[in-house]
T-cell receptor, first 114, second 111 residues
């Protein structure tokens, strides 16, 4: 059983399109995240959710809209895709937001905008 | 602001060589420190962690010691294997709903 699963694994789309990435965790965690990893492997937090509520939005463009229908799911919808959105997007979860808590990552979604 | 600085890669070693990857951090508050590893085509997974000063985290032959006085958490392994080839991320968490990651260090181990 995969603990944090994302779909799709690969996504190739044209500029201007709208796309969604889905994430589900079966660990019973309260906190979920979206991270963006650029071509140089730099990993940056985009959003944090706790019990379905948005806690952190790290100055991400409005074209990115996360949605958490329940604690186990955190989806990412992207409108009007741009070339600069090409990256690997990772979903993660943790039991809570405590400082000692590790994050569990999905396998990533490689988004390529052409 | 909060940040992690780790040595730039790639680091290329021969099998059985000694590995050190340097990591220093700047954090407001008292962080827990982590090393994550990312194997090709996979997500990050926790390698080890330390939650207070002078703690040593260890796993799979890797070790790192929380040095508060030098704000460092250097990763070491005495004898690397080809299977250790991956990207290693130093990170910390102060409990603010996010983990701050370094830029990652790619390690190549040659047989």
């Amino acid at each position: 059983d995969t603990a944090v699963s994302q779909t799709p694994k690969y996504l190739v789309t044209q500029m201007g399109n709208d796309k969604s990435i889905k994430c589900e965790q079966n660990l019973g965690h309260d906190t979920m995240y979206w991270y963006k990893q650029d071509s140089k492997k730099f990993l940056k937090i985009m959003f944090s959710y706790n019990n379905k509520e948005l806690i952190i939005n790290e100055t991400v463009p409005n074209r990115f809209s996360p949605k958490s229908p329940d604690k186990a799911h955190l989806n990412l919808h992207i409108n009007s895709l741009e070339l600069g959105d090409s990256a690997v997007y990772f979903c993660a979860s943790s039991p809570n937001a405590g400082r000692n808590t590790e994050a569990f990552f999905g396998q990533g979604t490689r988004l390529t905008v052409v | 602001g909060d940040s992690v600085t780790q040595m730039e890669g790639p680091v290329t070693l021969s099998e059985e060589a000694f590995l050190t990857i340097n990591c220093t951090y700047t954090a407001t508050g008292y962080p827990s420190l982590f090393w994550y590893v990312q194997y090709p085509g996979e997500g990050l997974q926790l390698l080890l962690k330390a939650t207070k000063a002078d703690d040593k985290g260890s796993n799979k032959g890797f070790e790192a010691t929380y040095r508060k006085e030098t704000t460092s958490f250097h990763l070491e392994k005495g004898s690397v294997q080809v299977s250790d080839s991956a990207v290693y991320f130093c990170a910390f968490n102060t409990g603010g709903f996010k983990t701050i990651f370094g830029a990652g260090t790619r390690l190549f181990v040659k047989a």
